[in-house]
C-alpha cells in the first residue's frame, strides 16, 4: 500500500490545560491564525514547523487555527484533536503512487504570485498537497480547470502537467507540502513542460520553510 500524505485543520482554544499530543510521524504545521507553543518553539501566524518525533502543540493566548500535514503508510491513521477547545477537521488526503525512489525529503513552502500572476504548465518531481492562504487560483490540469479561494486545498501527483492562474486584481499565495528526492534540498522541483516558457520571466516567488530528510514509510 502507497504512503498517504494528510492535510489537517486544528483548531484549539486558549482554555486551560488544552494541549495537542502527537504521535512519531513526519510532519510540516503552518499556523494560520493566533500562536502556539510546538515542541518547546513559540511561532505565531505566518511560522511554520517540521519535525518526525512525538511533539505537542500547544495554543496561545489567543488559540490557535493550524494546517498540519502528515505522511503515514497507509493503513496508519493519525490522531484527531478531541476534547474541550479542541477540533480537528481532515481537509485532504492523497496517497503517493507517485513517490519518488530512494531517500526523500518533506518540503514545506509557500509560493506567492503578484495579482494576475501564473505558473506556466509545468510539472514536478515529487507529489504534494497544496492549500490557499490567500487570494484566489485557478488550477488547469487532466483536462479541467478547478478553482480555489482561502482555505481550498488539492493535490498535485508531480508527474502531471499544471498550469495555475493566480487572481487578476489580488495577490495570491498557498501553502504547500511535497515529497520529493533528498538530492533537491534547496534546489527547485519545478520542470517546464514547453521550452519556451523555460526563458520567460516567472510571476511566482517561493519561501521555503523546511527541506527535511525523512525516513522511508511502507513499499513503494
Excluded at 493503513?75 to 479542541?86: L, N, R, Y
Excluded at 504570485?113 to 487560483?137: N, V
Excluded at 534540498?185 to 520553510?209: H, L, R
Aim: overall charge neutral; glycine content about 12%; some cysteine.
Amino acid at each position: 500500500m502507497h504512503p498517504v500524505l494528510r492535510l489537517y485543520e486544528d483548531i484549539l482554544s486558549s482554555a486551560e490545560n488544552v494541549e495537542f499530543k502527537l504521535a512519531p510521524l513526519p510532519r510540516f504545521i503552518f499556523v494560520v491564525h493566533g500562536s502556539a507553543t510546538i515542541d518547546g518553539q513559540e511561532l505565531n501566524a505566518g511560522d511554520a514547523w517540521q519535525g518526525s518525533t512525538a511533539t505537542t502543540v500547544k495554543p496561545g493566548a489567543g488559540g490557535v487555527t493550524c494546517w498540519r500535514w502528515e505522511l503515514a503508510r497507509g493503513d496508519q491513521g493519525s490522531p484527531a484533536a478531541c476534547g474541550p477547545g479542541m477540533q480537528t477537521h481532515e481537509k485532504l488526503s492523497a496517497y503517493l503512487e507517485t513517490l519518488p525512489k530512494g531517500e526523500l525529503l518533506m518540503r514545506g513552502d509557500s509560493v506567492a504570485f503578484p495579482p494576475g500572476g501564473c505558473a506556466f504548465l509545468h510539472c514536478h518531481q515529487g507529489p504534494g498537497i497544496r492549500c490557499l492562504i490567500e487570494g484566489g487560483i485557478r488550477i488547469d490540469t487532466h483536462g479541467r480547470s478547478t478553482s480555489y479561494g482561502p482555505g481550498g486545498a488539492w493535490y498535485e501527483s508531480g508527474p502531471d502537467p499544471v498550469f495555475a492562474q493566480g487572481a487578476l486584481d489580488k495577490p495570491s499565495r498557498f501553502i504547500r507540502v511535497m515529497i520529493l528526492p533528498r538530492e533537491l534540498s534547496g534546489k527547485s522541483s519545478i520542470q517546464y513542460v514547453n521550452e519556451d516558457d523555460k526563458a520567460k520571466p516567472k510571476s511566482q516567488s517561493y519561501q521555503i520553510y523546511a527541506d527535511a530528510p525523512i525516513e522511508y514509510l511502507g513499499k513503494r
